[in-house]
Structure formats: structure tokens, C-alpha cells
């Protein structure tokens, strides 16, 4: 465990000194600045930063845990002909990779409700789940990222496959949940929907957060098929349970992918 930390204390000082970090962070900010002013700091508010979270966060994970495997790939080759283990090598790599990110993102978002005094408000337990679940998916989409660079030697290549993935998830997935339930018509579509939802980490995120408001609506065909059969605890449970799930999985083929490449 010593050697996972002494790979990730330089991983983390480039970070913070990168600039990028901090541009993320102060443009997330800003965004939810303006939406807190004009939008009151309600449920609205939160609804609409939601918005912006899932579509920034698994961008800037997939684009940087992409561009970092192959930024990285001279110093990997050099550490990987020293007697370190895989595991912890790709360990080192990876927190050091997801974690700045996971925390300019988590800061940036919470920072103007700290400012306007209602990030212990009424809004705190939602705003809590929200940095979670924030985190969770800039994790898991540099887990994704990682296996996307990992199989894809060339740069360009794998960064357009991160872009598709992106696309799929954030652009496209509403629209083919859209499709599956008109082309069911008339039949039951409660699990259809539910598999689609478990599917996209997004959508797990978005309901997560959403679940047990009038902004459910907002949802559409998912939101209001969770709202009937998931909206008890037991179904927040499942529901943090799928999104760890989400977690688990990439991460280990991340892992396993890192271990068998043969650099």
C-alpha cells in the first residue's frame, strides 16, 4: 500500500498545479452561481445543476482519464521494469487520476451553495447525495476511460471512442428510452424501462438524486415508472447498489486489462 501512495502523491501535485482542474471547477461554480440567483436556490435549482453535472462529468472523466493513460504511457513503461506489482502500479494511476477530478468537480458544484449558506439547509441531504453521486460517476468514467486507452494504442482512436461512449450515454440514451417505449405501445413496459435505467449510470445518478420530488416528473417515461415501483427506501437501496455496481465492474476490467496489456 506504501507504493500506491508514493505513486500518488506526484500524481496529485501535477494535478492541482495543472490549470485545468481549477478552470473546471471555477466554470462549475460560476454556473451554479447564476443558477442560484436567478433560480431562487430551490429544488429548481438543483434540478437544473443536475443537468449540467451529468453531462460535465462524464466528458471531463472519459476525455482526461483517456488523454492521462496515454500522457502517462512512457513513465508506466519505465515504473512497470521496476519489481512493482501490476495492481498497485495501476492503483497509483488511476486514484491519481480520479480523485482531483472527483474533488474539482464535487467542489465546484457545492462551492455556491457553501456561499449563499444553503448547503446546510433544507437542501443538505439532497446535496450530499448529489457530491456522492458526483464523485461515483467521475470515477466510473475514468475506470471506463482507462479501458478504452488501455485497448486503443492509438490516441486519437481511443479518444474518439471516449467521445462515442460519451455521446451514447449522455446524448442518445433518452432518445432510444424514448423509442423502446413507443415501439412497445400498449404492453407493460415497468422492467424494459428499469433494465434501460440500470444500464446508464446517468440515468441511476439522475433518479437517485430526483427520486421522491415533484422534479420525478421531470423524468419522463424512467422517472415515472421509479417513482412507482422504486420510490421506498429499499428502492434508494437498489438503487446506490446498481451505481456501486457500476463502479465495481469497469474498475476491475480497468484492472485486469492494465494487468494482461502487454506494454
Known amino acids: 500500500m506504501s507504493i500506491v501512495f508514493r505513486l500518488l502523491r506526484p500524481a496529485l501535485r501535477e494535478a492541482i498545479r495543472g490549470r485545468w482542474l ?3 471547477a471555477l466554470a462549475l461554480a460560476l454556473t451554479g452561481e447564476l443558477l442560484i440567483r436567478f433560480g431562487g436556490g430551490g429544488t429548481t435549482t438543483l434540478v437544473s445543476l443536475l443537468d449540467v453535472a451529468l453531462i460535465v462529468t462524464p466528458l471531463a472523466a472519459l476525455v482526461v482519464g ?5 500522457h ?4 508506466t513503461e519505465l515504473l512497470l521494469a521496476q519489481p512493482i506489482e501490476r495492481t498497485r502500479l495501476f492503483a497509483g494511476l488511476y486514484l491519481g487520476t480520479a480523485l482531483p477530478l472527483a474533488a474539482a468537480l464535487i467542489l465546484g458544484l457545492l ?10 439547509g433544507p437542501l443538505a441531504p439532497r446535496l450530499l447525495t448529489f457530491a456522492g453521486a458526483t464523485g461515483v460517476l467521475a470515477m466510473v468514467g475514468t475506470a471506463l476511460a482507462f479501458i478504452i486507452a488501455l485497448r486503443a494504442d492509438d490516441r486519437v482512436r481511443a479518444l474518439g471512442l471516449a467521445l462515442a461512449v460519451w455521446l451514447l450515454g449522455a446524448v442518445l440514451w433518452d432518445g432510444i ?13 415497468e422492467v424494459p424501462l428499469l433494465v434501460m435505467m440500470a444500464l446508464n449510470p446517468l440515468d441511476l445518478a439522475r433518479v437517485l438524486l430526483l427520486l421522491g420530488t415533484d422534479a420525478a416528473a421531470l423524468l419522463g417515461y424512467t422517472g415515472a415508472v421509479v417513482q412507482h415501483t422504486l420510490g421506498t427506501l429499499a428502492g434508494r437501496a437498489v438503487l446506490c447498489a446498481a451505481l456501486t455496481l457500476w463502479l465495481a465492474v469497469p474498475l476491475w476490467l480497468a484492472g485486469r486489462t492494465f494487468r494482461l496489456k502487454d506494454f
Not at 462551492?111 to 449563499?116: N, Q, V
Not at 428510452?177 to 407493460?188: E, I, K, S
Request: hydrophobic letters at 65%; proline letters at 6%; aromatic letters at 8%.
Open 22 to 24: 481549477l478552470g473546471l
Open 177 to 189: 428510452v424514448l423509442l423502446l417505449a413507443l415501439l412497445l405501445g400498449d404492453r407493460p413496459i
Open 72 to 75: 502517462a504511457r512512457e513513465i
Open 66 to 70: 483517456t488523454m492521462q493513460v496515454h
Open 111 to 120: 462551492a455556491p451553495f457553501a456561499w449563499h449558506g444553503l448547503l446546510f
